[in-house]
């Protein structure tokens, strides 16, 4: 797992299969502890600032650099 841009969020869902994160240059991401790859989930122009997986384990919650909260659905 390389990035070219800094992780500003991390975090991990309840069963500890896969870990999300978010970096500067705006992606969502998440890497399968299970078989080591990386899934691009979300890309935007704007940096993300943080981000917070939703106790339901469904959702991924986070900000941007321009103020806006976005959630992105993991069941899709």
Do not use: A, H
């Not at 991401?29 to 122009?45: E, H, S, T």
Request: one cysteine or more; aromatic letters at 12%.
């Amino acid at each position: 797992m390389e990035e070219k841009s800094n992780v500003v969020s991390l975090g991990f869902d309840i069963q500890s299969q896969w870990i999300y994160y978010t970096t500067e240059c705006g992606s969502l991401n998440i890497f399968d502890l299970r078989d080591g790859k990386v899934n691009n989930l979300y890309k935007q122009k704007n940096d993300i600032n943080c981000s917070i997986l939703n106790p339901n384990q469904d959702e991924i919650i986070f900000g941007d650099s321009d103020g806006y909260i976005k959630v992105f659905d993991l069941r899709k």
